[in-house]
């Protein structure tokens, strides 16, 4: 294999759904597979990187939107931190949230736990 995984293999790495993949596909918050020769979709490993960076920014609550802005954003390592600071609402939510409850509860330890 040439370092590329096929997207079935990409979804069970990352917990996530093949149509769910394909969702974020079109929604343009992760590049289109491509077909191999032996025409199963693959991806790179940077495909696996980033589908996770997505599934803990959407665990966190941020919109889809959100996320490619996210995407964007951490693509310019000179962009202001403001720009990252305008879409931590859902962060600031969760926050507020987590008062009364214990570890097992909190939804910043979940987002954030590996895959």
């Known amino acids: 294999m040439d370092g590329s995984l096929r997207v079935g293999d990409l979804a069970r ?4 759904r093949v149509v769910t993949i394909r969702d974020h596909e079109n929604a343009a918050v992760l590049l289109r597979a491509s077909l191999s020769r032996t025409h199963y979709r693959t991806c790179d490993s940077a495909a696996l990187a980033r589908l ?3 599934r803990r920014c959407r665990r966190l609550g941020f919109s889809l939107d959100q996320v490619r ?5 951490s693509c310019d390592a000179e962009h ?3 720009d990252v600071d305008a879409l ?3 962060l600031r939510a969760i926050a507020g949230s987590t008062g009364g409850g214990t570890i097992s ?8 736990a590996p895959d």
């Open 52 to 54: 996770r960076f997505i």
């Open 80 to 82: 202001p931190c403001a």
């Open 13 to 16: 790495a990352t917990g996530t």
């Open 69 to 73: 802005d996210l995407l964007t954003l």
């Open 88 to 90: 931590a609402g859902p």
């Open 105 to 112: 509860d909190c939804r910043i330890i979940d987002a954030i």
